[in-house]
């Protein structure tokens, strides 16, 4: 705990701390005179901006700030590249608070220096439901990080939270803080094999040769199931299908009609495919039936650093028994084929939900990175990531995916 100072006033579970005896929240809600007002201060010749995520200039301006000082891989060799538009969707999400976005601007320019940002999102745990913030994007530049900035931050966007009633928060991060809830493990399934070699995201094993790694890695031309992109007249039974399949894992969000039309339907994009960029729209329009399955990916660029041939590592987020391990397998095999189809380099997917059980036999690698889950103000027995947690399965808890 003597390198996490912060955390030591935050209410959290301590490193170390044995299961709860019953899930909870550790500080009890505040009532809305017990709030603090006042913004907390800043170190001098900063100033607190509520960034509006509306103006395509603000969000360019978090654009720039993300893509230049945001996360990188151990070896610094690349970094998180989101869109404009990608941060416009993600921000923005229904029943969003504008004073969720908090930035923090050098008072003689106005320079963007420092972000942080909330969404709402309620979330069930072992079938408790609660209202919560879902923190992401904390960014401090890299020349402003010994200003001691991101503690503040954390605080300021607590304390606008709190404002808005609510009192729990999910977060991630590479790092271990206090405390994990559930660690779950990157798996990478390549796609462009060249292009991975290049820029050293992979390498070839020994015993193997290029041209053999692109064989084996190889992904069907065109999809084996019935596959169409989802339309408005979807939400209502994709919501009914994702809120049964859900009930099978520990941790999840809990969505409305609203949320399940913004979430899967409404970052699709325009116009037919291949306008913009090939593969990235997909154009059959089969005829309809009743939705058995469905899948879903969102693409997130890295900025190559270090290479002069390749400068944009484009990545997708995918999500035991006899039947459904099968149906799984060919569900997130045809979600390859898609990813292939838009021209992706590798997809990314976590130990959680049922993937455990399909990562290996769709020749998807662990990779060297996990990714700790967090909860803000809240008590629960660590969920099953990586990992069995009792009689559990590996990955059998987690339902709730952060972008």
């Known amino acids: 705990m003597g390198a996490h100072k912060f955390w030591s006033t935050q209410p959290v579970p301590k490193l170390g701390e044995g299961p709860p005896l019953e899930d909870g929240y550790i500080e009890p809600p505040k009532t809305p005179d017990e709030v603090r007002q006042d913004s907390y201060p800043l170190p001098e010749d900063f100033e607190w901006s509520m960034v509006d995520i509306s103006d395509p200039n603000q969000t360019k301006e978090v654009y720039d700030l993300l893509s230049a000082h945001y996360v990188e891989d151990d ?12 941060l416009q969707w993600a921000l923005k999400p229904p029943g969003y608070h504008k004073e969720w976005h908090v930035g923090v601007r050098v008072s003689s320019n106005k320079k963007l220096v420092a972000f942080i940002s909330g969404v709402p999102i309620t979330i069930q745990i072992r079938g408790k439901v609660f209202t919560a913030s879902e923190i992401n994007y904390i960014c401090v530049h890299k ?3 010994s200003r001691r900035l991101a503690p503040v931050l954390i605080k300021e966007v607590t304390r606008q939270v709190h404002l808005k009633g609510v009192f729990q928060a999910i977060y991630t991060a590479g790092i271990v803080i206090p405390t994990p809830i559930a660690v779950c493990q990157y798996f990478h399934r390549t796609l462009n094999v060249s292009k991975l070699l290049d820029i050293g995201f992979t390498y ?30 979807d939400v209502v039974p994709l919501a ?25 339907l409404s970052g699709q994009g325009t116009g037919k495919i291949g306008e913009e960029r090939e593969g990235r729209r997909l154009g059959q329009n089969p005829q309809s039936h009743k939705i058995t399955d469905f899948f879903s990916m969102y693409c997130l660029p890295s900025t190559i650093l270090g290479s002069l041939k390749h400068k944009i590592l ?5 999500e035991e028994d006899g039947r459904l391990k099968a149906r799984l397998q060919t569900l997130i095999g045809n979600a390859l084929v898609i990813a292939n189809q838009a021209k992706l380099d590798v997809l990314n997917a976590l130990t959680l939900m049922d993937n455990v059980a399909i990562l290996e036999d769709l020749k998807f690698g662990p990779g060297s990175a996990c990714l700790n889950f967090y909860l803000y103000n809240w008590r629960t027995s660590k969920l099953a990531g990586v990992t069995d947690e009792g009689d559990v399965k590996a990955g059998r808890s987690v339902g709730v995916v952060m972008l």
Do not use: C, W
């Not at 070896?75 to 990608?86: I, P």
């Not at 070839?204 to 007249?233: F, G, W």
């Not at 484009?314 to 995918?318: I, Y």
């Open 75 to 86: 070896l610094a060799s690349l970094r998180f590249q989101y869109t404009s538009e990608f």
């Open 143 to 145: 020349k402003l990080r």
């Open 204 to 233: 070839v094993p020994r015993n193997m040769t290029t041209a053999k790694m692109i064989r084996i890695h190889k992904v069907p031309d065109t999809p084996t199931l019935d596959v169409r992109p989802m339309e408005e007249k």
């Open 240 to 264: 009914d299908l994702f809120t049964r399949y859900m009930r099978r894992f520990d941790m999840v969000p809990v969505m409305s009609l609203e949320d399940v039309r913004y979430q899967f």
């Open 314 to 318: 484009d990545a997708g987020g995918a």
